[in-house]
């Protein structure tokens, strides 16, 4: 779900309670935990399962959750979508599902977990250049921030010169970022007009038949029976908390905190992936290649900041 599409709710009443005080911080770190996981559970996964058959038993999943809960809604009116719309969920489910795992996929294949959550984290700077070709105004911050990001994605790749498989890697995570950044923006305007069970089934359901049917071939080769307990579980985790239960989390935590407080806790995401990364699968860290990713870090913070109005912050400070 793009960001713009999420209404930031009022804030929380002092009746509320503790979950008012400290539950939106502790549903967002649970969020940056599940997204910070998808990188780690599907690198190991490649161990045990090729990249396209875990696309198509993913979506396999997703998609059947997803049509139970356009059935479950019992509404004649979440089933259609209005004919003028059928191109754009068309472009929605292929930019967003299709092309976006695909790359994603055979991105983390190629390089490490946290050269791909890095790269990933770089939709925000793609959405402002998409925009900004649409004709939309683009802040005076948002152009700072993606020129301070790019200089640190250049020196972030330039230590890694040398090897090519990982630059492919890169490269392929930079093609998702785009792929979504784009899904982003073309979703928009289905988000004002369907309700989430209808936009989500129907772009997931256009999105995925491409990939089941360039996925079959492999599919069909894979000896599922050889899969462990442990694949299993992590394919079905795959399919429902850093979807499902992520993004209801997400939602919760930014109808109470707003969107600008709530989405920086994503810039979390790259560097929970890299230190479990380096845990995990032994990811080295040179000077140059943290120094690289703490610019690109600078510069999603500055696309993403808004400066808060003083009268606003005079009455926080006042209490009221």
Same mark, same amino acid.
């Given at each position: 779900m793009s960001e713009e599409s999420i209404p930031a709710g009022p804030a929380p009443r002092a009746s509320d309670g503790a979950l008012a005080t400290v539950g939106p911080e502790m549903a967002q770190l649970l969020v940056v935990a599940l997204w910070s996981s998808t990188f780690i559970i599907t690198k190991a996964i490649f161990a045990e399962l090729a990249p396209l058959p875990y696309i198509f038993g993913r979506f396999a999943i997703m998609l059947a959750l997803a049509a139970a809960g356009l059935l479950l809604r019992r509404r004649g009116d979440a089933l259609r979508i209005h004919r003028a719309d059928f191109g754009r969920f068309l472009a929605v489910g292929l930019t967003g599902y299709t092309l976006y795992q695909l790359a994603f996929v055979l991105g983390l294949e190629r390089t490490s977990p946290f050269s791909s959550s890095l790269l990933v984290a770089l939709v925000p700077l793609f959405t402002v250049l998409i925009t900004s070709a649409m004709g939309e105004r683009t802040p005076p911050q948002g152009w700072l921030g993606l020129a301070v990001a790019l200089v640190g994605v250049a020196i972030f790749l330039w230590d890694k010169r040398g090897d090519e498989g990982t630059l492919v890697g890169d490269a392929l995570s930079l093609g998702a970022a785009v792929m979504f950044a784009a899904y982003g923006v073309l979703n928009r305007p289905l988000v004002r007009r369907y309700p989430p069970e209808t936009y989500s089934a129907y772009t997931i359901l256009f999105g995925a038949v491409p990939l089941f049917l360039l996925a079959l071939p492999d599919t069909l080769a894979t000896d599922w029976g050889a899969l462990s307990g442990a694949a299993w579980v992590a394919l079905v985790y795959m399919a429902i908390l850093p979807v499902y239960i992520a993004y209801q989390l997400w939602n919760w935590a930014i109808a109470r905190r707003g969107i600008a407080a709530a989405t920086a806790f994503s810039l979390l995401v790259p560097i929970v992936s890299g230190v479990v990364? *380096? !845990?995990? $699968? %032994?990811?080295? $860290?040179? $000077?140059?290649?943290? $120094? %690289? *990713?703490?610019?690109?870090?600078? %510069?999603? !913070?500055v696309v993403r900041w808004r400066p808060t109005p003083i009268g606003r912050w005079g009455r926080w400070r006042e209490g009221s």
């Open positions: 990364s *380096a !845990i995990v $699968f %032994g990811e080295s $860290f040179g $000077f140059w290649k943290v $120094f %690289g *990713a703490a610019l690109v870090l600078l %510069g999603l !913070i």
